[in-house]
């Protein structure tokens, strides 16, 4: 019932900039969190940044200063601005959805958008 899609990924000069969209849709009344993961080739998922539904948000420590992350709460939107861009900022970038509140379903949900790839390269 509930689907995340991402968008804004690409290729990017280092100290190049994008921005990533994702939007939840469906019957959905809360979102608690709302998070961008990424995964590089060989290494696991990791965590970039995460944003709470009352406005409280946290980075990994590498991307501190160079990306912000923020949520449109009415559209069940999150964003991620990403300035200075690195070569080891290269991965593949997921959109998550932690405490979802669906309408008609009990208890809360976890939901992950398909990924967009980020690449960074001269």
């Known amino acids: 019932q509930v689907e995340l899609v991402e968008s804004g990924g690409g290729l990017v000069q280092p100290g190049g900039s994008l921005r990533l969209s994702c939007a939840a849709s469906?019957?959905?009344?809360?979102?608690?969190?709302m998070a961008w993961y990424r995964q590089a080739p060989g290494k696991q998922r990791e965590v970039v940044a995460i944003?709470?539904?009352?406005?409280?948000?946290n980075y990994k420590d590498s991307v501190k200063g160079r990306f912000t992350i923020s949520r449109d709460n009415a559209k069940n939107t999150v964003y991620l601005q990403m300035n200075n861009l690195k070569p080891e900022d290269t991965a593949v970038y997921y959109c998550?959805?932690?405490?979802?509140?669906?309408?008609?379903?009990?208890?809360?949900?976890?939901?992950w958008g398909q990924g967009t790839q980020v690449t960074v390269s001269s």
């Open positions: 469906g019957s959905i009344l809360r979102i608690e969190t």
């Open positions: 998550n959805a932690d405490g979802t509140v669906v309408a008609g379903l009990p208890g809360k949900y976890r939901y």
């Open positions: 944003m709470l539904d009352g406005g409280t948000s």
